[in-house]
């Protein structure tokens, strides 16, 4: 899988857009970028996937730049409930498997 | 709230003892997953399931031994666990095998396991 880099943290206002950033420089064609996150003493919770067209949900907007080197995890209007480990992902394709890396600590202030 | 349930919620055992964790979705998921996470640390994947049959072990010890006895149920059965084998032990389901397909796991909330 293409080892992707975090912050380690990141605060953010009540109200506000968090832009959670991931760097994935060595990415490949076919690996897609998932986003997870992990509130505290919860399994983690699937957010977004995308491989090269931006992507949005009603939790969140994904945006890949067009040489796939970095993403963007967009929450529109943080809520106190979106503090958690966030977890940038890319998954070869035809690999069974997620591989976690450390993930941003993101904590929403009020 | 999840839509794969995991029992129990939290478990203390001894080292000689036996148990087992459960793991149930009723999505019609074919795939499904045991991870281990120790804290502050991210999830590790332990075992991945493929329409009921084993297809990765991630080596994991023997006194761990997984179950699928059909496509809605997951067990992990424990025996002489170490007290470094505390950790919450994650269940996850994916509709297919990843290798298969981009769709995503969906997870549990875990089950807390203390080793006295």
């Known amino acids: 899988d293409a080892k992707t880099t975090q912050p380690p943290s990141m605060d953010c206002a009540e109200g506000r857009a968090a832009n959670l950033p991931c760097n994935h420089s060595t990415i490949s064609g076919n690996e897609y970028v998932y986003w997870y996150r992990q509130i505290h003493s919860q399994g983690p919770q699937y957010i977004i996937h995308?491989?090269?067209n931006n992507e949005t949900n009603e939790m969140a907007s994904l945006i890949i730049t067009e040489d796939r080197k970095s993403s963007t995890l967009i929450l529109p209007h943080a809520t106190l409930r979106d503090t958690a480990v966030y977890y940038c992902i890319v998954k070869i394709q035809g690999a069974q498997k997620l591989v976690f890396g450390q993930g941003t600590r993101l904590t929403i202030n009020p | 709230d999840t839509e794969v349930t995991q029992t129990p919620k939290h478990l203390v055992m001894g080292m000689t003892n036996k148990k087992s964790l459960k793991c149930e979705q009723h999505?019609?998921?074919?795939?499904m997953y045991w991870y281990k996470q120790k804290a502050k640390k991210p999830p590790e994947l332990m075992f991945v399931y493929s329409y009921e049959k084993l297809s990765i072990n991630e080596s994991v010890p023997s006194r761990f031994s997984p179950e699928c006895p059909n496509s809605s149920l997951l067990n992990l059965h424990l025996h002489a666990l170490q007290p470094e084998d505390s950790a919450l032990y994650l269940c996850?389901?994916?509709?297919?095998?990843?290798?298969?397909?981009?769709?995503?796991?969906?997870f549990g909330d875990g089950t807390r396991l203390s080793i006295l």
């Open positions: 995308g491989l090269k």
């Open positions: 999505m019609g998921h074919r795939a």
């Open positions: 996850a389901s994916s509709q297919v095998d990843m290798g298969f397909s981009n769709q995503p796991q969906h």
